[in-house]
Antibody
Framework: EVQLVQSTAEVKKPGESLKISCKVS????????IAWVRQMPGKGLEWMGA????????RYSPSFRGQVTISSDKSISTAYLQWSSLRASDTAMYYC?????????WGQGTLVTVSS | EIVVTQSPATLSVSPGERATLSCRTS??????LAWYQQKPGQAPRLLIS???TRATGVPARFSGSGSATEFTLTISSLQSEDFAVYYC??????????FGQGTRVEIK
């Protein structure tokens, strides 16, 4: 059974850094993309970018390029989403999804709260 | 960037009735469209890919159709567990991949 397990909820202050994770299990191939999707409170889904763990090919939405960094460690089947300096507007639920273009499987979400 | 527009924003339907959700893209995307269901407090769930292919375990009452720029998700007979928000997503020639704003299906 394919499972994506994300790191737990975070509460941070503006200006702090953060790295959240998404671990894939139950899938033997490395031929897939891990996408990160933002959902702000009460709002819709926004595709942030994706990474192909086999070769670390990374693609960003223009809206998020330069705002976040997506990375992966294929040795432990884990993808990451990272901020160097959080803002209050980064408060949201972040989901990882796995698939080729679309996402067949999803993590449970990581709630990030940024507040002074 | 391809803009995805869903309509209506909210659909009020009685259990057992048919629901028809629309999705339009600003450019032709062939059949590179997926539909997701999201219930409160849950992650999205893939329903349809390739505009019309049901994902594993998705009931047959869910069907997708369309191509180019016009797409439809039909729920033939709404069950209580189908009341949720539905998103379409285009994945043609990405990045970026883009979602519609969602259609909320609520009990009439």
């Amino acid at each position: 059974e394919v499972q994506l397990v994300q790191s737990t909820a975070e509460v941070k202050k503006p200006g702090e850094s953060l790295k959240i994770s998404c671990k894939v299990s139950g899938y033997t191939s490395t031929s897939y993309w891990i996408a990160w999707v933002r959902q702000m409170p009460g709002k819709g889904l926004e595709w942030m970018g994706a990474i192909h763990p086999s070769d670390s090919d990374t693609r960003y939405s223009p809206s998020f390029r330069g705002q976040v960094t997506i990375s992966s460690d294929k040795s432990i089947s884990t993808a990451y989403l990272q901020w160097s300096s959080l803002r209050a507007s980064d408060t949201a639920m972040y989901y990882c999804g796995m698939g080729y273009d679309y996402s067949d499987y999803w993590g449970q979400g990581t709630l990030v709260t940024v507040s002074s | 960037e391809i803009v995805v527009t869903q309509s209506p924003a909210t659909l009020s339907v009685s259990p057992g009735e048919r629901a028809t959700l629309s999705c339009r893209t600003s450019q032709t995307i062939n059949s590179n469209l997926a539909w997701y269901q999201q219930k409160p407090g849950q992650a999205p769930r893939l329903l349809i890919s390739g505009a019309s292919t049901r994902a594993t375990g998705v009931p047959a009452r869910f069907s997708g159709s369309g191509s180019a720029t016009e797409f439809t998700l039909t729920i033939s007979s709404l069950q209580s567990e189908d009341f949720a928000v539905y998103y379409c997503q285009q994945y043609n020639n990405w990045p970026p991949i883009t979602f519609g704003q969602g259609t909320r299906v609520e009990i009439k």
